[in-house]
């Protein structure tokens, strides 16, 4: 099972809201990683968490916030967006975070800021 | 980062082959990913291929690697309009502690009937 499960699979919200995104993944892997992608252009990496702690952050804003509560899970709470953060948000995982080490992705959550 | 170069578009009839090609700069070893993305879903892990491989063959996918010329394509084989999507190659970063992707901007697959 290659399984990455994301929710919720569509979100509007308003920029002074406040959601979260959730990614789950049941293979054991110890590495998780959140991917922006604009429409028409290829995933850009936004955080990478190794073994529950946040190991890269591409120099995202503060009002994208990652948690990684356990080694299944991983959070993106979102706080006072602007319409240019609308792009599908991707989830990925990996056994381990070396180069050999296949990322396997979820289906996305569509988001719409206001 | 790394540079991974892909063609944008590509168009073929139902039950031809279809060819993807992509060209990477890592002169070091490094795996070599392709990914299906299909209208407002994620990606797909379709095949990877080591750099120390030449081909690797799954089904209707054969990856072929030219080492010499850092040049790597997708080939499927009978191509059908289920295949229309988009299509990345990625790299790996084989210098980085992590397994940092490197993807190329997508071929648009059309499949026509």
């Known amino acids: 099972d290659t399984e990455v499960t994301q929710t919720p699979k569509h979100l509007v919200m308003g920029m002074t809201n406040k959601k979260s995104l959730k990614c789950e993944q049941h293979?054991?892997?110890?590495?998780m990683y959140w991917y922006k992608q604009k429409a028409k252009k290829p995933p850009e990496l936004m955080f990478v968490?190794?073994?529950?702690?946040?190991?890269i952050n591409e120099s995202v804003p503060s009002r994208f916030s990652p948690e990684c509560p356990n080694s299944s899970l991983l959070n993106l709470h979102l706080h006072a967006l602007q319409p240019e953060d609308s792009a599908l948000y991707l989830c990925?995982?990996?056994?381990?975070?070396?180069?050999?080490?296949?990322?396997?992705f979820g289906p996305g959550t569509r988001l719409t800021v206001l | 980062g790394e540079d991974v170069e892909q063609s944008l578009f590509l168009s073929v009839r139902e039950g031809d082959s279809s060819v993807i090609n992509c060209t990477y700069t890592?002169?070091?070893?490094?795996?070599l990913y392709w990914y299906k993305q299909e209208p407002g879903a994620g990606l797909q892990l379709l095949t990877y291929?080591?750099?120390?491989?030449d081909m690797k063959q799954d089904q209707r996918l054969t990856v072929l690697l030219n080492k010499k010329d850092k040049h790597l394509s997708l080939r499927i084989a009978d191509t059908q309009t289920g295949d229309s999507a988009i299509y990345f190659c990625?790299?790996?970063?084989?210098?980085?502690?992590?397994?940092?992707?490197?993807f190329g901007r997508g071929t648009q697959l059309t499949v026509w009937p």
């Open positions: 293979m054991g892997h110890r590495a």
């Open positions: 291929i080591f750099s120390n491989m």
């Open positions: 990925a995982s990996s056994q381990d975070d070396g180069p050999a080490d296949t990322q396997y």
């Open positions: 968490y190794s073994y529950e702690k946040l190991s």
């Open positions: 890592d002169s070091s070893s490094t795996y």
């Open positions: 990625a790299e790996i970063d084989r210098g980085s502690t992590l397994g940092r992707l490197y």
